[in-house]
Structures are given as C-alpha cells and as structure tokens.
C-alpha cells in the first residue's frame, strides 16, 4: 500500500521556522520525485518545491526561494521541507505527493493527507 504520511505543521509566529516531514512507503522512493504543495483556504493547490530523488536535485517557485529547503533522506525514505522566516502568506495545509516532478499536480500520483500551517503576524 502506497502511503505519504505528512508531519511537523503547527501554529508558528511570522519569522519563526517550522520542518515538515513526508515519510513515503509502498512505492519505489528513489524512482520518484517528490513535491510540496500547498494549500489557502479558498484557494487553489500549488506545487512550492520538489526534489528528483534520482539526483538530489532541488526546485522552489519564487515565493520560497531562500526561506524554504527541502531535502530528502534515502535510507529513511522521507523528505523534509525546512521552512524559515516564514510569513502569514505561508499559512495553509502543506501537502507532499509523489510523482515525476514539476510544480503541477496532475503530475504527481500519490498524495499525503496534508499538514496544516498557520503563521501568525
């Protein structure tokens, strides 16, 4: 059974920093890549980072560069997203999902449960 199970959300004040967690199962880990994605409430899911498992590469949108690392961790089949100096726009349910890579949903097969995120200003 395919299973992406997501933690480390919580309430967080405005420049403080939070790591998720997206521990994967069921599924050939090195073969995929993995995304995060997000969430507003009333708002559309948006791909924020992914990582190609194959070469460790890393990919962010604009809006996280610099504040936001993600990483993965082969022998424990899990990826992580460091979120620093995080704002209020941040908050949202943070999703990670399994796939070929990219920033669009339709790409992605598998998904965790989501996480939820709120910054306080």
């Known amino acids: 059974e395919v299973q992406l199970v997501e933690s480390g959300g919580g309430l967080v004040q405005a420049g403080g920093s939070l790591r998720l967690s997206c521990a994967a199962s069921g599924f050939p880990f090195d073969d995929y890549a993995i995304g995060w994605f997000r969430q507003a409430s009333g708002k559309e899911r948006k791909g924020i980072s992914c990582i190609i498992n194959s070469d460790d590469s890393a990919h962010y949108v604009d809006s996280v560069k610099g504040r936001f690392t993600i990483s993965s961790d082969h022998a424990k089949s899990t990826v992580y997203l460091q979120m620093n100096n995080l704002k209020p726009e941040d908050t949202a349910v943070y999703y990670c999902?399994?796939?070929?890579?990219?920033?669009?949903?339709?790409?992605?097969?598998?998904w965790g449960q989501g996480t939820q995120v709120t910054v306080s200003s």
């Open positions: 999902a399994a796939g070929t890579g990219g920033f669009t949903p339709p790409a992605y097969d598998y």
